[in-house]
């Protein structure tokens, strides 16, 4: 347990420098880029005196190193700074996005592990077989779909030429939102408010791009899966387990799928910033109202603070994932030491 707590303020302070090194990168990019907020606002045809006036309001006059030692100032002091562009803070609109982000990040993981998982599973129980070849196909194809094609192509498919599913938004026209936003976390408020129908609703707007990006990751849990799986039929403990007796079943996925789980439990961790990258396309395609939209939003606008704000709250949460699952990687296998 000491050694644990020793490697758990140890990636903690280093996330520190790399927030620091990816904040520089993005703060340089962006004002090396074409354009910039006052274009943005004001347009190319603006009088030079109000287009420096502007420029002196927001600080863009001063130099760059200035401007940097200033950013970082505001971030010591947990200040995502304010919007050159709708003069809000920065944190308002990443609080208001954040949510859906993270519901479809979630119900995405979860589609890509259970079919990744499950298919992976039962490819390495039937190897060589023509299911195995099947399955290993699907996930060669569905990991060389771009994210965007995949979800216009569930769009045509479910949308357009089934009718079956919505292809924009959270919610449908005929929802009100007032009625059970409390978290922002549209499954669980409509749920706790007992609204079925809604979160029916929700679930149906929802079902579309998880599964976009669920099955476009599910092809790497599934090669990672099967490839453990195979490793994991050779051992001991599995022979051991054939030897009393236990059915093939409980042996494959009872014992065998339990030890080849802890490596695509490590791949979570990286799959998670995978996810955030997906899902800016995804919530582009299906005008999900995210942190993705949101992001783009700004980055067309030109908007400094928030598309750093935004960079930061991505970088936070691929950290913060990834030690999660280094401590539960840690609880569940003995074998792994700090």
Not at 29 to 36: A, Q, W
Not at 56 to 84: C, N, T, V
Not at 138 to 148: A, D, H, L, R, T
């Amino acid at each position: 347990m000491k050694n644990l707590s020793k490697y758990l303020a140890t990636r903690i302070l280093l996330t520190i420098p790399m927030l620091l090194i990816l904040l520089t990168v993005v703060f340089l990019v962006l004002r090396v880029l074409p354009g910039d907020p006052i274009s943005a606002m004001l347009g190319d045809h603006a009088p030079p005196a109000y287009v420096a006036e502007k420029k002196h309001e927001l600080g863009l006059d001063k130099p760059i190193w200035q401007q940097y030692g200033e950013y970082l100032w505001q971030l010591a002091h947990f200040d995502l700074g304010r919007s050159m562009i709708l003069n809000e803070d920065v944190i308002a609109p990443v609080l208001e996005k954040l949510p859906a982000t993270i519901e479809l990040t979630f119900v995405s993981l979860l589609v890509a592990l259970a079919i990744g998982v499950t298919l992976g599973a039962w490819a390495a129980k039937h190897r060589r077989s023509p299911g195995d070849y099947a399955a290993r196909l699907y996930g060669n194809i569905v990991y060389c779909i771009p994210v965007f094609w995949m979800g216009l192509l569930l769009q045509m498919i479910f949308g357009v030429g089934l009718d079956w599913l919505p292809v924009a938004g959270r919610v449908g026209s005929r929802v009100i939102t007032s009625d059970f936003e409390m978290t922002g976390f549209y499954l669980f408020d409509t749920l706790a408010k007992g609204d079925i129908g809604a979160f029916t609703d929700v679930g149906l707007h929802l079902i579309l791009p998880a599964l976009t990006l669920g099955v476009t990751l599910s092809g790497i849990f599934l090669r990672l899966t099967r490839a453990n799986m195979l490793d994991s039929l050779k051992s001991d403990f599995v022979l051991a387990a054939r030897a009393r007796g236990l059915s093939e079943t409980k042996v494959v996925y009872g014992h065998a799928l339990g030890n080849a789980f802890v490596p695509v439990l490590t791949m979570l961790g990286l799959e998670f910033a995978v996810l955030l990258a997906g899902a800016i396309l995804t919530e582009t395609t299906f005008s999900w109202p995210g942190m993705g939209r949101l992001l783009l939003e700004r980055i067309y606008l030109r908007d400094y603070p928030t598309v750093q704000g935004v960079i930061v709250i991505f970088a936070l949460f691929v950290s913060l994932i990834s030690l999660i699952v280094d401590i539960v990687h840690a609880l569940i296998d003995p074998r792994v030491k700090y």
